[in-house]
């Protein structure tokens, strides 16, 4: 099994920037991806980036360019660089990892607020 736990989400202004952390712990050696997922009520969840084990990167067509996907060198951290924020970037954001047999595991979620 796998635990996600996302920080860095706050209040920030339009224009401005913010970074997710993702920290994983557990069984990371089998996760097969990880990415960032984001959920405003009323809408569906919609994926934001993902990051395969081989760094394979994917974005949404809504955040090329002003997002970016990372993780660290053990591999049990994914991050979420997000720049030139805009209001309807405000979600609750979370943490997926895709594990062996595409058991898909989420953190809790952060919520990201975008508002002059």
């Known amino acids: 099994q796998v635990q996600l736990v996302e920080s860095g989400g706050g209040l920030v202004q339009p224009g401005g920037s913010l970074r997710l952390s993702c920290a994983a712990s557990?069984?990371?050696?089998?996760?097969?991806?990880m990415g960032w997922y984001r959920h405003t009520p009323g809408k569906e969840r919609e994926l934001v980036a993902t990051?395969?084990?081989?760094?394979?990167?994917n974005y949404a067509d809504s955040v090329k360019g002003r997002f970016t996907i990372s993780t660290n060198n053990a591999k049990n951290k994914v991050y979420l660089q997000m720049n030139s924020l805009k209001p309807e970037d405000t979600a609750v954001y979370y943490c997926?990892?895709?594990?062996?047999?595409?058991?898909?595991?989420w953190g809790k979620g952060t919520l990201v607020t975008v508002s002059s």
């Open positions: 990051l395969t084990s081989g760094g394979s990167t």
């Open positions: 557990g069984s990371i050696f089998s996760i097969k991806a």
């Open positions: 997926n990892a895709v594990w062996a047999h595409d058991i898909n595991y």
